[in-house]
Structures are given as C-alpha cells and as structure tokens.
C-alpha cells in the first residue's frame, strides 16, 4: 500500500494563504495539520524537536518556512504554494507592517517614519528583496540586495521537481479549481477572503517611478512569476473555465451567507449580553437576605 503524502503548503506571507489556510483547515481537518514557522529560520528547530513517530502522523504541513523542511518527514511529501505579483505584494506587505501593532517590525518602520519606498529599499525586510524566490530557493544567509541567478535557478527547479501545484493570487479561483482537482479534494473550496487590509492604496495610485523601484528590487521574483505565469496559463483548458465560472457562482452565495449571519451575531450579541445581565442579577439574592 503506498504511503500518503504529507501536503506541504509553503506559505508566502502577503499572497492570499491565510484564505488557503482555511481551506485546508476544512478539507484535511486541524488534527492531523502541523502548522509552524512563525518565521522563515524558526520552522527547522521546531519541526525537529517533535519526535519522529509523531511527524509520521502529520497530513498537512503549512506555514511561512523555506523550502526543505521536507527533508524532516520521514513520509512521501508534495508542495503547493501561491505566488503573488511583487509590486502589490509590497504594498499589502508594507500597510500590513505598518497598521499591525504586534507585527515585528512595526515599532521600526513607523518610529524610523519610512515610506513605501525606504521600506522596500532599507533591508529591514528580506521579504521586500526576492522573498518569493527566497523561498523557493530554500537558501538562507543571503544578504540584502545580494541575490543571484542562481536563486532563481534554485526556485524553478524546486519548483518542477517538488511542488503539485503552484497558484497565482491574481487567479485565485482558477489556483483553487485546479488545486482540487490536482489533490483530490471532496469539498467545495469556497471562502470568504481573510485579512483584506482595506486602507492600502491602489496599485493605480503609484507613481511610475514607486513601481518601477519595487520591480528592480524584486526583478527575480517578477521573472519568477513570469515564468509561473505561462505554466498557468497553459493549463487553463475550457474545463477549468467552466468549473471556475460554476464555483464562482456557489461561492458568491457562500459569502453572501457567511456575511449575513455575521451582521446577524453582531445586531443580536448586545441584546444576547442584556438579557444574560438581567437573568444574573435576578438570581442574586438581596443583601438583607
């Protein structure tokens, strides 16, 4: 009997993968899903601090880690991952920075006053210097605007050996049907969108001279997604349209339900909160009692 292979979904952070997650989270179930790497160096020591008997029973790998955290499951393993175009990954990565207390580098960008552009080009983020192709290369120690050719040399070949699936953020309904059909999925992936962070500007809003600099910092990611661009498009046959259309229906009336009972929980919970008040004081006895 061949042995099932854990699913590792590598998340890159700003591409849509919290949305993912949750589709996973309902597919797979959360009991046997592993999720680690709060960030990119920390993933290793964790995953190897859990005993071997206990890895073997991990179905779904996930998290923001390199590639190569495979080389520490003794089980058949497959990678998928969603690849997010680099100017709009900056923007929804700054604004996330920026408007997220907790988040590591908050303190520093926003004490520091940096902008969009001093953020991409300061090096307090690798992730603004080729973090996709980072990723995917799997190498760590590089330093800021320090990447070569050969990285992504790395992440393509990573990517045609290893990886069942890799998705775009701006096809994400058409990443979703092939992913299902690829996995064998028996749910539905639909989802209402996580973590949209609504007070980042517009791509439209940049100037030329903005878009342009996030593009040479990143020129290996752009032909990373250049390049993941095409394998896409290749296989979008008409099935794919077709399914795409159909699960975009179901899914606009998934959302519009999920919507609707939460304005409903967030009109009732105020009087839900009154009525627990009166019955718990009703059931206290006076004082002279």
């Keep these: 009997m061949e042995m099932q292979k ?3 979904f590598l998340h890159i952070p700003k591409t849509g993968g919290t949305t993912l997650k ?3 989270d ?3 179930g959360r009991k046997k899903t592993l999720s680690m790497g709060k960030d990119l160096s920390s993933c290793l020591p964790e995953l190897s601090a859990i005993p071997i008997e ?3 029973e991990i179905q779904v790998l996930r998290g923001h880690f390199l590639f190569g955290v495979h080389r520490l499951l003794p089980s058949p393993f497959r990678y998928i991952t969603i690849l997010r175009d680099p100017v ?3 923007i929804s990565h700054y604004y996330h920075v920026v408007g997220t207390k907790w988040h590591p580098l908050h303190e520093l960008v926003v004490s520091r006053g940096l902008g969009l552009e001093d953020y991409v080009t300061s090096g307090v983020s690798l992730q603004m210097d080729n973090g996709q192709t980072r990723q995917l290369a799997g190498v760590e120690g590089i330093p800021f605007g320090k990447c070569s050719e050969r990285l992504l040399d790395d992440a393509i070949a990573n990517m045609n050996k290893h990886f069942a699936f890799v998705g775009l953020t701006e096809a ?3 990443s979703l049907i092939q992913m299902s059909d690829i996995l064998g999925w028996g749910k539905r992936p639909v989802y209402v969108q996580r ?3 609504k007070r980042k500007p517009s791509l439209k809003s940049l100037s030329d001279k903005t878009i342009e600099l996030i593009r040479a910092q990143n020129d290996l990611d752009c032909r990373l997604l250049d390049y993941v661009r095409v394998k896409f498009k290749q296989n979008v046959s008409p099935e794919v349209v077709r399914k795409t259309k159909k699960f975009q229906r ?3 009336f998934y959302q519009a339900f999920k919507k609707t009972i939460a304005l409903q929980n967030s009109i009732h919970r105020p009087i839900i909160k009154k009525v627990e008040k009166i019955i718990k004081s009703s059931l206290e006895l006076p004082s002279s009692e």
């Design 6 to 8: 854990v699913l590792i």
């Design 22 to 24: 949750s589709i996973l």
């Design 26 to 28: 309902r597919e797979y």
């Design 54 to 56: 206990s890895r073997r």
């Design 88 to 90: 709009r990954r900056a």
């Design 172 to 174: 994400f309904d058409e």
């Design 195 to 197: 973590l949209k962070n």
């Design 250 to 252: 179901v899914n606009m």
